[in-house]
């Protein structure tokens, strides 16, 4: 099928997103040398400051979430392609200071790349700067290497804690050892009913029969764990939570954060009623959703699906999630 | 016959991989949508863009500053991991180029495997992983093989030739790296798009000298 978008020159996809994006939300952010999104009004210099790179095309993320108490900086690639290492370490420089950097890379291949060659040449320069990579995905199975997890949804709330420690005043290692506990206790696990088009070539992402959909499907259309036959909400969010709740062994009386974000096509309907396929099942596990969100965050264009995320929460990331935080695609106040 | 090449020849050679990439950006796109995202071209004529920018604005440049010149402007041209991948290949060219102007084979297996060496630190990846090492590897096995005084037609026609054996092989392969390892056996059959840009580039840096 021929692609259906409203665009212009395909080429040139990244710019203009980002031009309508600073009208629309001038008042939080700002862009800074073409592929910096910045906060509109910068955090003070003796706070440590929160750097995030990735590309484009999975709107409202990365960028929607700059702002007071998220992100100081999201360095935007191309089109579901990462940022080079300039423009990232251009990044890093801007954000130089005494109390340092919290550097959040989604574990991509591109991603990580610019990431490591960023941070090799900014520690030459002396910029401190401390990297958490997330990789929290657990479609190839909790058991896989760190490598081989894609990084998903869990960057976003990862955001908003380390932003809420990062404006409280707290060091870099006290915010690097926080973020890492959120970091090693979540996990994401992605359905995908209907595939969508890569909006630079016009061209699907993949491919799915009308009667199937593929539990384990990346941001970027890579493969899950193969097809099955379509499920409805219950028992697809009763396999899905089954799989989450396990992977980070969440317990009778565990409290969880539970985030069901919608990859595109998916509507808010369907993800209210699989959320509360997810509280009967966890009811039945005495396990507690002490905190969730229902809403579109990282998407992948008009694919049809979700990403179903867990984190194990303690009173110190409840009250840091809660802490107050205003920016384009999340505020708390 | 050339037995030795100077420092505009290697412009040429630079320009003849920028034009071969330009004229097959859409095949790449279409391998790249069997294993991957199908953007593999489109990410590749962006990278030959800056090459090309690169060039045309530094007509005076020195060539050991305009590699590296050029391989700063690839990583800025946002190609995901093609980026930091080419653009480290490209800063190691300036690396590995001796001082003298006028290179023979040996003097160009230098400057090329310096190049080759710079990526595979990046990359990581060896021979069998479905990646652009699988073409990039064999190139250089096939230079280093060659004699010091080497036709330089030859020696590229050989190095380009390894290259293209390199990709084909990577059709019987599964992937360990990028979006492809996703796929297990589903990208058995298809080469890897990243193999076939650098064979292509290595078949650019031959005809072009070729046809000088």
Same mark, same amino acid.
């Given at each position: ?58 709107? =409202? ?24 290492? =300039? ?52 479609? =190839? ?193 | ?212």
């Amino acid at each position: 099928m021929k692609m259906k978008k409203f665009i212009n020159d395909p080429m040139n996809l990244t710019p203009e997103l980002l031009e309508g994006f600073e009208i629309a939300c001038g008042d939080k952010m700002a862009i800074q040398s073409e592929k910096l999104v910045v906060r509109a009004t910068p955090k003070d210099e003796s706070k440590v400051a929160l750097v995030t790179l990735g590309g484009a095309g999975h709107e =409202p993320a990365l960028s929607g979430f700059v702002g007071e108490g998220l992100l100081d900086v999201s360095v935007v690639g191309d089109i579901f392609a990462a940022p080079g290492p =300039p423009k990232v370490l251009e990044a890093l420089r801007m954000m130089n200071r005494e109390a340092g950097i919290l550097f959040i890379v989604l574990n991509h291949a591109g991603d990580v790349m610019s990431a490591n060659m960023a941070m090799e040449m900014a520690e030459k320069e002396g910029i401190k700067v401390k990297m958490i990579l997330t990789h929290e995905d657990i479609a =190839p199975g909790i058991d896989t290497p760190i490598e081989d997890r894609r990084g998903l949804v869990g960057c976003v709330p990862l955001y908003k804690i380390a932003g809420a420690a990062a404006e409280a005043g707290k060091s870099l290692d006290e915010i690097y050892e926080i973020s890492e506990r959120f970091n090693n206790n979540m996990a994401t696990l992605a359905v995908a009913m209907n595939s969508a088009t890569h909006p630079s070539t016009g061209d699907c992402l993949f491919e799915l029969p009308d009667d199937e959909m593929e539990i384990g499907m990346g941001q970027h259309g890579e493969a899950g764990t193969g097809p099955t036959k379509i499920l409805n909400a219950d028992d697809t969010a009763k396999v899905m939570a089954d799989r989450l709740a396990a992977a980070i062994d969440a317990k009778e009386g565990d409290r969880l954060m539970v985030i069901l974000n919608g990859a595109g096509a998916t509507t808010l309907m369907e993800l209210f009623i699989v959320l509360r396929g997810v509280k009967k099942f966890l009811d039945t596990k005495g396990i507690e959703i002490v905190t969730s969100r229902v809403g579109e965050f990282l998407t992948v264009q008009e694919m049809a699906g979700f990403q179903m995320f867990f984190a194990k929460m303690d009173n110190e990331l409840l009250d840091l999630w809660n802490a107050p935080g205003d920016s384009p695609y999340m505020t708390v106040r | 016959m050339a037995q030795t090449i100077n420092h505009n020849d290697v412009v040429t050679m630079i320009r003849g991989a920028v034009n071969i990439i330009k004229d097959n950006h859409e095949m790449l796109s279409k391998l790249d949508s069997a294993t991957g995202d199908g953007d593999h071209g489109t990410t590749m004529l962006r990278t030959m863009q800056a090459v090309e920018n690169t060039l045309n604005e530094n007509p005076d440049e020195a060539l050991k500053e305009l590699l590296y010149k050029i391989g700063w402007a690839i990583m800025s041209s946002d190609g995901g991991s093609t980026g930091p991948l080419l653009g480290s290949f490209f800063m190691g060219l300036s690396e590995g180029l001796p001082e003298a102007t006028e290179l023979n084979g040996a003097g160009l297996t230098d400057t090329i495997s310096a190049g080759i060496d710079k990526m595979h630190k990046q990359s990581r990846a060896q021979i069998g992983d479905k990646t652009m090492m699988d073409a990039l590897l064999p190139a250089q096995t096939a230079m280093k093989a060659a004699a010091a005084d080497i036709d330089i037609n030859v020696l590229l026609d050989q190095a380009a030739q390894a290259a293209e054996e390199g990709a084909k092989a990577t059709e019987n392969m599964t992937a360990k790296f990028g979006r492809a390892r996703n796929l297990g056996d589903r990208v058995l059959g298809h080469k890897d798009p990243g193999s076939v840009s650098i064979s292509l580039i290595f078949r650019g840096f031959h005809e072009s000298l070729e046809q000088n």
